[in-house]
């Protein structure tokens, strides 16, 4: 079934699109998350967390379990409350409406489709539910429901009920449906989380030109870094209840800014090192490694895999031993036992390398961050 | 006997005892359940069609009839309401007093039936707790179909309440966020989005109450007057019969209460199955 | 709608709060109307039972439940207990050990049939011996001239008891079993134990308490059954009558008090069943499966 509408999207009339978008609010909205700090009973989710959200920006929340994603992108929906704090939804101050007053568009893990309503009538449900006075008619709602149907891509489909849908095309109708109320804000929390890989990386792509061509703000959740980095305008990645960083996804890989993105983001390798005086000192061994406005004192040293240069006599490298070797994809993996206490490194390197296990090695890293050691306990 | 029986028509398996189980559970069921409810099959047909008829649409039959199915669908009406409510008030609120409360809604399947039914007539009676408080407007209830209600109510009630509970529990909180972000107001929610959720549960709940309800004696025949055609409940019919020794009667009337239950309780399944089909599970 | 900053605090606490659940008013009414329906309809015919037992006093109530006839009453009510029970106990591990551990064809039959004595009324549950063994059933004459009798006479209460409460025990095992599949007697038997052996020591620890839950059921209503045991007994006082019936018998007397008193003694029966029961519940629910079907 979802092969057949595959199919489909390569070729979706541009012409289906134009009414729903202009039928929203004019301007996307700005979202502007001021301190926000929430606790469940003692336990802090959140620690004073700001955030500005461009308007039509495509924003990820990445982290762990437990980092506090899910409970901002609640906050945001008017699911839960901050402890302190201010979010504003342009100029208004969101924290004094409701759910139902916020016009946030909720897509769920779990689709959350109501399994006794038809897709149809899923789709509408948003609109039949408003006051008599903003209520269109029964035809326009079903006009509307089949065109949101044609923008997702499931085209006849209206007629049939939730348990009788993949889960593919089940989180394209609560996709459809939340947007049906014409939102001002899409939240998505980890939206592809309970599909297979196929179907997750197909409707990725598929909510990249959804996002594309309705320009709604979008924030979603995810703990998929690959998710965060191929989707989102900027990814913010969180950790404990705190923001860690915020950059676009070429900015948080190339150019993390704390231990923690870098190792969760990408793979990485770790070394501890000392700084002295402006130079970087592994084991006793100085390293051809700039200290880069690290401060002296003992440091982390991260690469990833592939930025690694290997010799026999590389001068200021970091002399090892070989301990396992296999292949990856189409690179030659090794872990290298590196210093007096047998610290491990894996390396990558093109499948022509030859070196074995137990043979010597010298590795440098083309590319690197250095981040000072925290004191203990931080 | 069933272990030859047996060994042909089960897959193989390592683990004895089937034919020495399946023999005991046959010739147990039969002996106790299927061969005494043959009698009565046997019996029934034995009157004939036209006999058998005759002795279901006579007056008083038909009145008793119709009085214990009308009142147990009634009753089992305001248990579907009432259990509704109780279930959701167990499942969703906290109060002091709840798990008392939700311990206490079993007492009808514990309670002997004999004794709810002097206990429900002590209260309902022009003296009682309650009929006391009614009787100076006139209003009786003991003696009276009224009363015959109220012990189907007592009777019927956990069967609503402990089916719709499991489901309320199990409701995905997720569905409502959902609902009240595309705006719907809690009313709305609730009768549009979780009632019809809950149907089938209560579809079944209903169902059991129903037929609990139809073939009650003990509960009732202490507060129900037992005046014929008025407050005449079936299976007190059936029971005077057996005095009268008109074995014939009693097993008219009895196949004609297990036949009409039985339709009622086939067409709700078959509705359950159609909305199992449709909706899922 | 505050501005203060603690007031917005408090104010849209609420209202989150209230995303999924009703507005306090609502609520509050809600609870009302369940409590109010719960106390008229159980609590206060519970209460009817000890507080009219106790009209004649403590001396009044001692009298009513040591007399002779009440106390030949209880003694055949744990006699046809004491039968009807383990039989039904019996029944209840061979047919879930049958359905269980064993495929074959017919099995949702047999599930039917079993629980074809809870859509029957008891009066029709009692009546069917009757056709049976009445004297003029089809087993009737016969068993007469035999000097056997089972109408009017204890064996005719123990066999209408059984049919009454024939699916309690297996209703609770079936599914538990079922769930708990066949793989803890294959390794038994593997490790060289016999059937019996793994019967003993494996499944049974494995259902105990599914078993006590159904076992108590039984119990309750064996003891506390009114409408079949009243339509083969034949009210001799004194011979055969359970508790339920010499309460009927000292009600339409109007001897309520002494009515009420042996009532209220099954009313303890049905109170002690409550609480074991819940105990049950609450500590092994995940092995009394099923537990909410009632």
Same mark, same amino acid.
């Given at each position: 079934m979802d092969?057949?509408v595959?199919?489909e999207m390569?070729?979706v009339p541009a012409g289906a699109l134009a009414p729903v978008a202009e039928a929203g609010w004019d301007e996307p909205m700005?979202v ?23 308007p039509g920006?495509l924003? &990820? ?9 899910t409970?901002?992108l609640r906050i945001l929906a008017g699911l839960d409350i ?5 979010v504003?939804f342009d100029?208004d101050d969101a924290l004094t409406l409701t759910v139902q007053e916020r016009h946030v568009g909720l897509v769920f893990q779990n689709y959350a489709l109501f399994r006794h309503m038809t897709v149809a009538e899923n789709i509408g449900f948003g609109l039949r539910v408003r006051p008599r006075a903003r209520r269109p008619s029964r035809k326009e709602i079903r006009r509307r429901a089949l065109e949101l149907l044609d923008l997702v891509q499931l085209t006849g489909l209206e007629k049939r009920y939730p348990s009788q849908l993949s889960g593919g095309q089940r989180q394209r109708v609560a996709f459809a449906r939340a947007l049906a109320i014409e939102p001002r804000l899409l939240l998505l929390d980890e939206p592809f989380g309970a599909l297979?890989?196929?179907v997750?990386?197909?409707l990725?792509?598929w909510l990249?030109e959804i996002h594309d061509k309705t320009g709604h703000t979008t924030v979603f959740v995810?703990?998929? @870094? ?104 189409? &690179? ?47 | ?6 060994? *042909? ?39 004939? +069609? !036209?006999?058998?008829?005759? $002795? ?17 669908? #009634?009753?089992?009406a305001?248990?579907v309401v009432f259990g509704v409510v109780?279930a959701w008030v167990?499942v969703r609120y ?28 002590? $209260? ?12 100076? +407007? ?22 609503v309440?402990?089916t719709v509970q499991p489901v309320l529990e199990d409701f995905e909180r997720e569905i409502e966020e959902g609902a009240a972000s595309l705006g719907a107001n809690r009313r709305q929610t609730i009768f549009r989005v979780m009632l019809p959720a809950l149907l089938p549960a209560i579809l079944t709940g209903f ?46 009337? *009895? ?13 709700i399944?078959l509705i359950q199955a159609w909305q199992r089909r449709r909706f899922g599970t | 709608m ?9 104010v849209t606490?609420d209202r989150a709060r209230s995303v999924t659940t009703e507005r306090r008013p609502v609520r509050?009414a809600l609870?009302?109307i ?28 001692? @009298? ?48 039917? %049939?079993?629980? %074809? ?6 009066? $029709? ?10 004297? @003029? ?6 068993? @007469? ?13 123990? %066999?209408?008891? $059984? ?66 045991? !009243? ?17 009927? #018998? ?13 009532? !209220? ?14 105990? %049950? ?14």
């Amino acid at each position: 079934m979802d092969a057949r509408v595959e199919n489909e999207m390569n070729d979706v009339p541009a012409g289906a699109l134009a009414p729903v978008a202009e039928a929203g609010w004019d301007e996307p909205m700005q979202v502007t998350v001021e301190d926000v700090a929430k606790k469940f009973g003692l336990t802090p989710a959140l620690h004073g967390v700001s955030l500005d959200i461009h308007p039509g920006e495509l924003v &990820a929340l990445l982290g762990p379990s437990g980092s506090g994603k899910t409970t901002l992108l609640r906050i945001l929906a008017g699911l839960d409350i901050p402890s302190s704090g201010r979010v504003l939804f342009d100029e208004d101050d969101a924290l004094t409406l409701t759910v139902q007053e916020r016009h946030v568009g909720l897509v769920f893990q779990n689709y959350a489709l109501f399994r006794h309503m038809t897709v149809a009538e899923n789709i509408g449900f948003g609109l039949r539910v408003r006051p008599r006075a903003r209520r269109p008619s029964r035809k326009e709602i079903r006009r509307r429901a089949l065109e949101l149907l044609d923008l997702v891509q499931l085209t006849g489909l209206e007629k049939r009920y939730p348990s009788q849908l993949s889960g593919g095309q089940r989180q394209r109708v609560a996709f459809a449906r939340a947007l049906a109320i014409e939102p001002r804000l899409l939240l998505l929390d980890e939206p592809f989380g309970a599909l297979d890989a196929k179907v997750r990386r197909d409707l990725r792509r598929w909510l990249r030109e959804i996002h594309d061509k309705t320009g709604h703000t979008t924030v979603f959740v995810t703990h998929d @870094q690959e998710e965060a980095l191929e989707l989102a305008d900027r990814v913010v990645v969180m950790n404990d209840g705190r923001i860690e960083q915020v950059g676009t996804p070429d900015e948080i890989y190339d150019e993390p800014n704390s231990h923690f993105v870098f190792s969760f983001i990408g793979e990485s390798s770790e070394l501890p090192v000392l700084v002295e005086r402006g130079k970087v000192v592994f084991d006793k061994l100085p390293l051809n490694i700039a200290a880069r406005g690290c401060r002296d004192g003992p440091a982390r040293l991260f690469f990833r895999p592939q930025d690694v240069e290997v010799g026999s006599d590389l001068s200021g490298a970091i002399p090892g031993v070989i301990s396992m070797r296999r292949r990856h994809a189409g &690179a030659r993996r090794l872990d290298v036992e590196v210093g007096r206490a047998g610290h491990r490194i894996e390396i990558e390197l093109p499948s022509q390398f030859e070196g074995g296990v137990r043979g010597r090695i010298a590795v440098l890293p083309r590319r690197w961050r250095l981040f000072p050691q925290e004191p203990e306990g931080a | 006997m069933a272990g030859a029986r047996g060994l *042909a028509l089960k897959r193989p398996s390592a683990i004895p005892g089937f034919g020495l189980a399946l023999g005991f559970t046959l010739t147990y069921l039969s002996l106790i359940v299927l061969i005494p409810l043959a009698a009565l099959a046997i019996k029934a047909a034995s009157l004939g +069609f !036209s006999g058998f008829w005759d $002795i279901v649409t006579a007056p008083r039959t038909l009145a008793a009839l119709r009085l214990s199915f009308v009142i147990s669908l #009634i009753a089992a009406a305001i248990n579907v309401v009432f259990g509704v409510v109780v279930a959701w008030v167990l499942v969703r609120y906290r109060f002091p007093g709840r798990r008392l409360l939700d311990a206490i809604v079993d007492l009808p399947f514990a309670l002997p039936t004999a004794v709810a039914g002097i206990a429900l007539t002590a $209260i309902y009676a022009p003296n009682g707790w309650i009929g006391g408080l009614l009787d100076p +407007f006139g209003v009786k209830i003991a003696y009276t179909p009224l009363g015959i209600g109220i012990a189907l109510v007592f009777i019927g009630l956990p069967f609503v309440v402990r089916t719709v509970q499991p489901v309320l529990e199990d409701f995905e909180r997720e569905i409502e966020e959902g609902a009240a972000s595309l705006g719907a107001n809690r009313r709305q929610t609730i009768f549009r989005v979780m009632l019809p959720a809950l149907l089938p549960a209560i579809l079944t709940g209903f169902v059991l109450a129903f037929a609990r309800a139809v073939g009650e004696y003990g509960s009732v025949i202490f507060i129900a007057g037992n005046i014929p055609f008025v407050s005449e409940i079936a299976p007190l019919l059936i029971v005077i019969r057996l005095e009268e020794f008109s074995h014939a009667q009693a097993t008219a009337i *009895a196949a004609a209460m297990l036949g009409i239950a039985f339709v009622v309780i086939l067409l709700i399944n078959l509705i359950q199955a159609w909305q199992r089909r449709r909706f899922g599970t | 709608m505050s501005d203060a900053a603690l007031g917005v605090d408090v104010v849209t606490e609420d209202r989150a709060r209230s995303v999924t659940t009703e507005r306090r008013p609502v609520r509050i009414a809600l609870i009302l109307i369940a409590v109010a329906f719960l106390t008229v309809f159980l609590l206060l015919p519970l209460f009817a039972v000890f507080s009219e037992a106790l009209r004649a006093g403590f001396s009044g109530y001692w @009298q009513a439940i040591s007399e002779p006839d009440a106390v030949a009453a209880m003694k055949l009510t744990l006699l046809v207990a004491a039968i009807a029970v383990p039989a039904n106990l019996v029944f209840g591990l061979a047919a879930s050990w049958a359905i269980a551990k064993f495929e074959f064809p017919g099995k949702s039959l047999l599930n039917t %049939l079993i629980d %074809l004595p809870f859509s029957v009324s008891p009066v $029709i549950s009692g009546l069917v011996y009757v056709l049976l063994f009445g004297l @003029q059933g089809y087993f009737g004459p016969h068993l @007469q001239s035999q000097g056997i009798q089972i109408i009017f006479a204890v064996p005719g209460i123990v %066999l209408a008891t $059984i049919f009454v409460t024939f699916p309690f025990v297996a209703r609770e095992l079936v599914p538990l079993m079922q769930e708990q599949g066949t793989q803890d007697e294959e390794a038994a038997l593997s490790l060289g134990a016999s059937g019996l052996k793994t019967f003993l020591l494996v499944t049974l620890p494995n259902v105990k308490w599914a078993l006590l839950y159904g076992v108590i059921l039984c119990n309750a209503r064996a003891m506390g059954e009114f409408g079949a045991v !009243s339509v083969v007994s034949g009210h001799i006082r004194g011979k055969t009558n359970t508790m339920p019936l010499h309460v009927e #018998i000292l009600y339409n007397e109007y001897n309520f008090a002494a009515a009420f008193a042996v009532a !209220s003694l099954l009313a303890l029966l049905a109170l002690v069943t409550l609480v074991v029961k819940i105990a %049950l519940e609450w500590r092994y629910a995940d092995q009394i499966a099923g537990s909410n079907r009632h």
